[in-house]
């Protein structure tokens, strides 16, 4: 069956929330790097609708802030009251004008619901010839949502009763409403001027719609999602954590059927714009946010949580945290490096532990092995620098810039006090302190000469543990002597 491309897709995205206990409107709550409404604007995306409409709210700013930043081709509609599913439609279609065509209606917290599904309803509703069709799915336990009532013999859909309003008889029924409808515009338009208030809410049910149009002679018919977890609403905490496992899992089974190793799916955390090479490794405990890439035969983790971040093919990357950072090919991260926003890492470089870089470049098989800090700096190719380096990049009212040359050798416990550069080839001694350029093929000695002071611990710290321990050292060497 193929799709036929709605005129209008509505998303209800009007409700408070208020079992999320959170300021943060429910909609905007997110999983899996993306919010609930995002989640379901992606999908009907995949429809390709002529319109696509909001319906805003509570916290209508915030959502509508949100809306310009995610898809800002996206049209709102203020449903200032909340005055039901219905009365939101009516908000949308006011908005949209006259409507010739297929109107889609979802619902702004269902983060699972899929495209495909989505394409599936639309092509039911066009090839069966109905005026309305529901999206339905059986589910284990049913209570709180709206029941399909059908036709004994045809099986027909009859109407959709709220859990609140439903008989016992009714509340048994497990096929349930998704709140997900493919309705011809004109008659729906024409038939939410006819919904009632006469329920236990006082509210304009969309669902109302369907026994409207029954009435009036028209089809209604219903199209089965395959899973019923893709319908899933998103009331409250748990509910959130439990779609962000849901949506986990099925992202790392995609990923793991396209060639990549995920050792243990159970710690492993991916958002949906992440994408992999193939023969990718992940270890156990890695999160990988944002627009982050896993390259070709690339091993991530454990305990390593990357955002933004692109990790080319061969690279090793051990319990790290890297933000809006680029790594080279075969280059190797970790254990315990922190890599911040505007690092670039060459091929075949290292960046090692207790190591932390910011707006850095890095090049091709330079190492930085341990306890260091390098930022905003360029690091030529092929040097080394020594452990426990700070590269002093902050005056105390602006940064500035460190350039280290090719082929550098920079000694254990330097600081580097920007704006200065190494040439190629340059060493430095350790213990310095560089304040001035060091010409190419130059050593770098900033640093006082040493003084020992004899008896000094004797007579400052008489009876000390160290001063028993020099006397009786002193002792030793006279008797050798």
């Known amino acids: 069956m193929s799709a036929i491309r709605p005129a209008a897709v509505v998303v209800l995205a009007a409700g408070e929330g208020t079992r999320m206990k959170s300021a943060t409107p429910k909609v905007l709550h997110e999983i899996c790097g993306r919010t609930l409404v995002g989640h379901v604007l992606a999908a009907a995306r995949e429809l390709e609708p002529e319109n696509l409409v909001v319906v805003v709210g509570h916290a209508r700013e915030k959502v509508t802030a949100h809306l310009g930043e995610t898809d800002p081709g996206v049209r709102t509609a203020v449903q200032a009251e909340q005055n039901g599913t219905g009365h939101a439609v009516r908000m949308a279609l006011e908005e949209l004008g006259s409507i010739d065509g297929t109107v889609v209606v979802v619902c702004g917290d269902t983060p699972l619901l899929r495209g495909a599904t989505l394409r599936e309803l639309t092509a039911n509703h066009a090839t069966d010839g109905n005026a309305v069709t529901v999206l339905t799915a059986e589910v284990p336990d049913a209570t709180g949502y709206g029941r399909i009532v059908r036709e004994g013999a045809s099986g027909a859909v009859t109407a959709i009763v709220e859990h609140k309003d439903a008989s016992d008889s009714q509340r048994a029924i497990r096929e349930i409403n998704s709140g997900v409808f493919a309705f011809d515009g004109q008659l729906l338009a024409d038939a939410l001027g006819k919904v009632r208030t006469d329920n236990s809410q006082g509210e304009e049910y969309l669902t109302d719609v369907l026994g409207i149009l029954r009435e009036a002679g028209h089809r209604v018919g219903a199209s089965v999602a395959a899973d019923h977890r893709e319908i899933a609403g998103i009331n409250n905490r748990v509910q959130l954590s439990e779609a962000r496992r849901i949506l986990n899992d099925r992202l790392l089974t995609e990923a793991m059927l396209a060639g990549v190793t995920v050792i243990d799916p159970a710690t492993t955390w991916i958002d949906v714009a992440v994408t992999f090479g193939q023969d990718a490794i992940i270890h156990p405990g890695t999160q990988l946010h944002g627009a982050t890439h896993i390259g070709e035969g690339a091993e991530v983790g454990p305990n390593t949580r990357l955002t933004d971040t692109v990790v080319e093919a061969g690279a090793r990357v051990d319990n790290t945290v890297a933000v809006s950072s680029h790594i080279g090919p075969q280059a190797s991260v970790g254990p315990y490096a922190y890599l911040r926003p505007g690092t ?125 321990a020099a006397e009786t050292a002193s002792r030793q060497d006279q008797n050798e002597d």
């Open 344 to 468: 670039r890492l060459g091929t075949k470089s290292k960046i090692g532990t207790y190591v932390e870089t910011k707006n850095a470049t890095i090049g091709e098989g330079t190492k930085i092995p341990h306890l260091s800090y390098v930022g905003d700096a360029t690091i030529g190719e092929y040097s080394n620098i020594g452990a426990a380096s700070v590269f002093v990049n902050y005056d105390g009212q602006a940064k500035h810039h460190t350039t280290v040359g090719s082929h550098c050798r920079t000694g254990s416990d330097n600081m580097f006090v920007a704006p200065v550069t190494v040439g190629d080839g340059a060493y430095t001694a350790a213990g310095s302190v560089i304040t001035k350029d060091v010409p190419p093929g130059s050593l770098a000695v900033a640093r006082g000469q040493q003084r020992n002071i004899e008896g000094w611990v004797a007579r400052k710290r008489p009876g000390s543990a160290a001063a028993k």
